[in-house]
């Protein structure tokens, strides 16, 4: 765990004026993205949620919308983090009731895009939380929309934390890249999951988690949060110096201020 370690250290993030309700991050390999992640989790540390939800697409293919580990916990270096299975079937009535999608619970999935923010979050929140983790298969807007409403509906009376994981645009040179992530961040600094979802529909902008991005804007915004802030991009070209064909990796803070000229969420 030197290198979470060394990236969290690496990392600063400015006081935010707000609560921390959710934070958005990378997902590639650590020696990739992890410095640009870092600065997402150290928004972190004075948190203390009694349950963190980890909301991430589904790469591999498989035949539902939503899923689901059936496992009782995720295990890594630093230890056993238990999943809330209550929570969890809580979710999963909540997501039939409100959209009729099953919550399906697999046991051997291989998607790494959940399990990578997990060091991060044993490091950088320093007690134990539970987890409900959630894979998106299916990114559309009334899938996305539904995760968001059921998490609001499992979450809105727990001390909680969501977390977004999504990568940018994928394997384009580095000039065309920036441009386009340039773009999906503006959305999601704008607090518009409509937009961040449109946006590849639009040839504008891409992310390959833009389905989680918006169920956890959609989910903060009805927690309570009013703003958005990134934090921190770079590309797989800054690691590599292979700037011809790169992966976009962004940061981001979501949080609820007090002050009352502040814009609202969605």
């Not at 928004?43 to 059936?70: M, R």
């Not at 997501?95 to 619970?105: H, N, S, Y």
């Not at 894979?135 to 996305?144: E, I, N, Y």
Request: glycine residues 8%.
């Amino acid at each position: 765990m030197q290198s979470v370690d060394g990236q969290l250290a690496a990392s600063s993030v400015s006081a935010l004026p707000g609560k921390v309700i959710a934070v958005i991050a990378p997902h590639a390999g650590h020696r990739y993205s992890g410095q640009v992640a870092a600065h997402a989790f150290r928004c972190l540390e004075d948190t203390h949620p009694e349950v963190v939800a980890v909301v991430s697409p589904l790469h591999q293919p498989y035949p539902a919308q939503v899923i689901a580990t059936s496992h009782e916990a995720y295990a890594t270096p630093l230890g056993m983090i238990s999943v809330d299975r209550g929570l969890l079937a809580r979710f999963g009535a909540e997501l039939m009731r409100l959209a009729g999608i099953r919550l399906e619970t697999i046991a051997h999935d291989q998607e790494h895009s959940l399990e990578i923010e997990l060091p991060f979050l044993q490091r950088s929140l320093g007690s134990a939380f539970r987890l409900l983790p959630i894979m998106l298969r299916d990114q559309s807007k009334p899938v996305a929309r539904a995760v968001g409403q059921a998490l609001t509906a499992v979450l809105k009376d727990s001390a909680a934390i969501l977390v977004a994981s999504s990568d940018l645009s994928h394997f384009y040179p580095d000039s065309v890249a920036r441009r386009l992530d340039a773009e999906l961040l503006a959305r999601i600094e704008a607090f518009s999951p409509e937009a961040v979802l449109e946006a590849e529909d639009e040839g504008v902008g891409f992310a390959c988690g833009r389905g989680a991005v918006a169920a956890v804007l959609w989910a903060a915004a009805d927690l309570g949060a009013n703003r958005v802030q990134i934090l921190a991009y770079a590309n797989s070209g800054d690691v590599t110096g292979d700037a011809s064909s790169v992966v976009g990796y962004g940061a981001a803070v979501i949080y609820r201020t007090e002050a009352e000229d502040e814009p609202s969420g969605p």
